[in-house]
């Protein structure tokens, strides 16, 4: 089969378009015949080395769409011919022909109801929506009416994690970009209030009248963090899920914390996929829920043959990129 591999790490440009074994499910397990796969910010940084004992050649990929191939002998509730969005974040795979994938993180389109929903958007949903819906309902608690700040608005996880938390309950929700015309494209995905970066604390104070902001989540890292906690409100959090900017990590006095009665959180998908994937696969239902009644828009702007997989890690990489990129990997 076809798959877009890792030969080494390096830039875009190390991503080799080449042929591979067909895997076989295990036991607990199915494989896809992929339509479409999403590309997300977690792919780059297995493309450039970041993430730690990552064997090569490796086939990049946390999310798809597709048929299902074939079922491991101990699956249950799935079937052969099933179109299907899936995980495959555990062990990747997704910029390929064929994925193989725990069966616990494989998705019937069907559970969505009445309301269809096409084979882009589902390949695009399963990792940003899915991490924006536990952000805001199993890690930050967002209680009813609270004020939530989201860096990085316009990109794939933050343009989704606005129209979540909009969808819980939220009361003002405000999102941060890096450049002048992304502002426009995140007010339209339900933010309230949308600032660059560079200038987003002067004018988060002014709009919550000097009180800041019950939640913040950070993709972005570096002085953001800093930043952000300032902003918090006693019992506010702050979510860190992302180093986009490459930035060294920061140090956070925790007796700081205690004093100010804020807190710092962590979510890796990828983690708790491996160590609860029942608890991500409820949070995915629930995901795909919001978008198939168009809750949740999942917006596709750009979609690209998979031997153009490095044109996408290159937008990402250069901040060029709104919403969600998909690869088109099916024939």
């Known amino acids: 089969m076809r798959a877009m591999i890792i030969p080494q790490f390096g830039e875009a440009e190390v991503l080799t378009l080449t042929n ?32 730690q ?3 090569l050649p490796f086939v990049p990929g946390i999310e798809v769409s597709g048929t299902i191939r074939e079922v491991g002998e101990q699956v249950k509730g799935l079937h052969v011919g099933q179109q ?31 309301q269809a929903i096409n084979m882009i958007s589902a390949a695009a949903f399963p990792s940003n ?21 989201v860096h990085a608005a316009a990109g794939g996880v933050g343009s989704a994690i606005g129209q979540v938390a909009k969808s819980l309950g939220a009361g003002l929700v405000i ?6 015309e992304k502002i426009a494209y995140a007010k339209s995905l339900g933010y309230d209030a949308v600032f660059l970066r560079g200038e987003f604390e002067d004018q988060v104070k002014k709009l919550t009248g000097g ?14 963090r800093e930043s952000s906690l300032q902003l918090l409100k006693p019992l506010g959090r702050l979510i860190a899920m992302g180093n986009a900017s490459d930035a060294e990590d ?9 004093f100010s009665s804020k807190a710092v959180l962590g979510f890796n998908l990828q983690l708790l996929s491996m160590v609860a994937p029942q608890l991500v696969a409820d949070s ?21 043959p998979l031997h153009n997989a490095w044109e996408a890690h290159k937008q990402i990489e250069e901040r060029r990129s709104t919403g969600k990129i998909v690869l088109k990997v099916g024939s």
Do not use: H
């Not at 920061?250 to 205690?258: F, G, H, I, M």
């Open 211 to 224: 009180q800041g902001v019950d939640i913040v989540v950070d993709p972005v890292g570096g002085s953001m």
């Open 53 to 55: 004992d990552l064997p």
């Open 20 to 51: 591979v074994e067909v895997p076989l499910p295990g036991p607990f397990e199915v494989t896809i015949d992929v339509a479409y796969a999403g590309v997300n910010y977690a792919e780059v940084l297995f493309r450039k080395g970041v993430v």
């Open 175 to 180: 999102g941060t970009v890096g450049s002048v």
């Open 284 to 304: 995915a239902r629930k995901a795909l829920a919001l978008v198939a009644r168009g809750e949740v828009k999942v917006d596709v702007t750009d979609l690209l």
């Open 129 to 149: 929506v899915t991490t924006a819906y536990m952000i805001i309902s199993n890690v930050s608690r967002m209680l009813q009416g609270e004020t939530v700040l």
């Open 250 to 258: 920061v140090k956070q006095s925790l007796n700081a914390l205690w």
């Open 84 to 114: 299907v969005a899936a995980l495959s974040i555990v062990g990747g795979g997704g910029y390929a022909e064929v994925v193989k994938v725990p069966s616990d993180l494989v998705f019937p389109l069907a559970e969505a109801g009445d």
